[in-house]
């Protein structure tokens, strides 16, 4: 039997620091990395919660000047991105430090990006477009969903287009990462329901991926695990300072699981409400999840019976087909018993958006075009991604 021949990359920040007290570090490695005067990027709730001068102080206690750039909104956008290399630039800034979740991860993303390599944000989106080596760059995560603290995407709305531009480039990948749960403990139920069912979405889309390896498969086996023992404590007690820690270590185990075996088209899907609608990027994910999985699932049934037994699920005496139903049975009650909205016209209406089916076949469209849906375990047609939006709505 002929072995084909096939090389998988892995990839993950050089160093990461999880655990209770973790965030005082980043002044040590700033400094390791080389950083003088970074630029910290983060947005306006942060500063709002007293995260932002919390952190000044310690770089201040340390001898260490930063500026800062808070201007950066949810579903970040590449005026935010040049906004901030203006900044950088002017301020003869000469590292990075991203403090919050993926939006200020993304957005800071982008800027080391555009100060490294000159041109545009735009000049980025596909894989691998860059050539020159981002500045020093810690990434300090404040949510437990996106991991984007660890990973080599940047998602960036295209305003012109209303589009998402997906943005997969190694070096983008975080110098050092940063996850500390006592950070996390001022989220509110919402922000933590919408960002651990991100993180759940992570690792099944990773687990069902075409490209998936054992090394991703054990990441996101070991992510949906932790989830479904700890989200609902997490969502239900904010100071439970054990499913917070839980949620740090099952959302970067997602995120080493879809770095490296990319995601489908959930994902692909709800970059479009993002970049239409600017709605929030967890809760897009959350909806559409048990529909888009609903259509996969005959690519791979073993596959959710895995997850069903993860989540949770008794399996005795059943097949792997009603295995697999109980996992997308699994999905919709925890997404349920954490509050998330149970459609894309509710979610609209929390957010004073207008979800309308008139808008599906362009968004359709552009999800076919969207990366992330290149290793969907299932090809679905124009006609499918229209009928799961619907369905979802």
């Given at each position: 039997m002929a072995v084909r021949e096939e090389v998988y990359g892995f990839f993950i920040p050089s160093v990461t620091l999880i655990g209770i007290g973790a965030h005082k570090q980043?002044?040590?490695?700033?400094?390791?990395?080389?950083?003088?005067?970074p630029l910290l990027v983060t947005d306006k709730g942060i500063t709002a919660v007293g995260l932002t001068e919390k952190i000044v102080t310690l770089l201040k206690e340390n001898d260490m000047n930063c500026v800062v750039y808070d201007e950066t909104i949810p579903n970040p956008t590449d005026k935010n991105v040049h906004d901030g290399v203006d900044i950088y630039k002017k301020n003869k800034c000469d590292s990075l430090i991203t403090l919050g979740g993926g939006s200020s991860h993304d957005c800071g993303k982008g800027i080391g990006l555009v100060v490294a390599n000159g041109g545009k944000i735009h000049d980025f989106e596909g894989v691998d477009k860059s050539t020159n080596p981002m500045p020093p760059y810690v990434a300090v995560n404040t949510t437990a969903g996106t991991a984007s603290e660890m990973t080599r995407f940047c998602i960036i709305?295209?305003?012109?287009?209303?589009?998402?531009?997906?943005?997969?480039?190694?070096?983008?990948t975080p110098g050092i990462a940063l996850d500390d749960p006592l950070l996390m403990l001022g989220m509110p139920p919402a922000l933590t329901a919408a960002t651990g069912m991100d993180a759940l979405t992570h690792a099944v889309e990773a687990y069902?991926?075409?490209?998936?390896?054992?090394?991703?498969?054990?990441?996101?086996?070991?992510?949906?695990?932790?989830?479904?023992?700890?989200?609902?404590?997490?969502?239900?007690?904010?100071?439970?300072?054990?499913?917070?820690?839980?949620?740090?270590h099952a959302q970067y185990l997602a995120g080493m699981a879809f770095n490296n075996a990319s995601l489908g088209h959930v994902h692909a899907m709800a970059h479009q409400l993002g970049g239409f609608y600017d709605l929030p990027h967890g809760e897009c994910n959350a909806i559409l999840l048990?529909?888009?999985?609903?259509?996969?699932?005959?690519?791979?049934?073993?596959?959710?019976?895995?997850?069903?037994?993860?989540?949770?699920?008794?399996?005795?005496?059943?097949s792997d087909r009603a295995a697999a139903?109980?996992?997308?049975?699994?999905?919709?009650?925890?997404?349920?018993?954490?509050?998330?909205?149970?459609?894309?016209?509710?979610?609209?209406?929390?957010?004073?958006?207008?979800?309308?089916k008139n808008d599906i076949p362009i968004m359709t469209a552009n999800a076919q075009k969207d990366a992330c849906g290149l290793t969907n375990p299932r090809c679905p047609r124009d006609e499918d991604v229209s009928r799961i939006y619907e369905e979802a709505l």
């Open positions: 980043i002044p040590e490695k700033i400094k390791a990395l080389g950083g003088k005067k709305t295209d305003t012109s287009r209303k589009v998402k531009m997906a943005i997969v480039d190694w070096r983008v069902v991926s075409t490209i998936a390896t054992p090394m991703t498969d054990a990441c996101a086996e070991k992510a949906i695990k932790l989830i479904a023992k700890f989200l609902r404590r997490a969502v239900a007690n904010g100071q439970d300072i054990e499913a917070r820690d839980a949620m740090c048990p529909h888009v999985q609903r259509f996969n699932m005959i690519a791979r049934i073993d596959r959710f019976a895995d997850m069903a037994r993860w989540l949770g699920e008794d399996l005795t005496g059943l139903e109980k996992c997308l049975d699994a999905i919709s009650q925890l997404s349920a018993d954490v509050g998330i909205p149970t459609g894309l016209i509710e979610l609209g209406k929390r957010y004073g958006k207008k979800v309308s």
